[in-house]
T-cell receptor
Framework: AQSVTQLGSHVSVSEGALVLLRCNYS??????LFWYVQYPNQGLQLLLK????ATLVKGINGFEAEFKKSETSFHLTKPSAHMSDAAEYFC????????????WGAGTKLIIKP | NAGVTQTPKFRILKIGQSMTLQCTQD?????MYWYRQDPGMGLKLIYY???????DKGEVPNGYNVSRSTTEDFPLRLELAAPSQTSVYFC???????????FGPGTRLTVL
């Protein structure tokens, strides 16, 4: 069965520092991979997704993620953190074996220190 | 487009009461979903629908029911509310399998 592991329920970085949020997945067939962001008291919105093609995917707000099949990873990065990036981030995977239902990680809360 | 809308935003129920959470989308999406979000647990799928008249159970369907009489609406019914159903509920929709899911703003439910 598919699963998603997000390392670290909380990640704290200083404003201007690199953001790295880790996501590892298990899937025995080609996956679709997603990162969503949830701001306080709001619904989830898509940051970026990988379906096929280029393994480095660029999303909104300066975020990007790289699909690494050999490492079964899809880590999210941003070169320079802003205070407005403080939110919870969710990684999700889907594939044909799950009938493309999304399987979600537990989420990582990103804290930005001034 | 309003996207996905949910009502109410907040609700407090007593144990044993019933209620319906409303979800409407105006994007003509075939696929609709109900999730619950508990702290530190990510999202769990309750029910989903692949089109009007067709629904199926997700990972955590017990204590809930759904219907899909139109493409736009996908209400979630709670019968005999229990404290374990205290959660934030999100409705989502997407056009096709593998597409982006669009989420509503959520309903925060407390059962006391």
């Amino acid at each position: 069965a598919q699963s998603v592991t997000q390392l670290g329920s909380h990640v704290s970085v200083s404003e201007g520092a690199l953001v790295l949020l880790r996501c590892n997945y298990s899937s025995s067939v080609p996956p679709y991979l997603f990162w969503y962001v949830q701001y306080p008291n709001q619904g989830l919105q898509l940051l970026l997704k990988y379906t096929t093609g280029a393994t480095l995917v660029k999303g909104i707000n300066g975020f990007e993620a790289e699909f690494k099949k050999s490492e079964t990873s899809f880590h999210l990065t941003k070169p320079s953190a802003h205070m407005s990036d403080a939110a919870e981030y969710f990684c999700a995977v889907s594939d044909r074996r799950s009938n493309y239902q999304l399987i979600w990680g537990a989420g990582t809360k990103l804290i930005i220190k001034p | 487009n309003a996207g996905v809308t949910q009502t109410p935003k907040f609700r407090i129920l007593k144990i044993g009461q019933s209620m319906t959470l409303q979800c409407t989308q105006d994007m003509n999406h075939n696929y609709m979903y109900w999730y619950r979000q508990d702290p530190g647990m990510g999202l769990k799928l309750i029910y989903y629908s692949v089109g009007a008249g067709i629904t199926d159970k997700g990972e955590v369907p017990n204590g809930y029911n759904v219907s899909r009489s139109t493409t736009e609406d996908f209400p979630l019914r709670l019968e005999l509310a229990a404290p374990s159903q205290t959660s934030v509920y999100f409705c989502a929709s997407r056009r096709a399998l593998g597409d982006t899911q669009y989420f509503g703003p959520g309903t925060r439910l407390t059962v006391l």
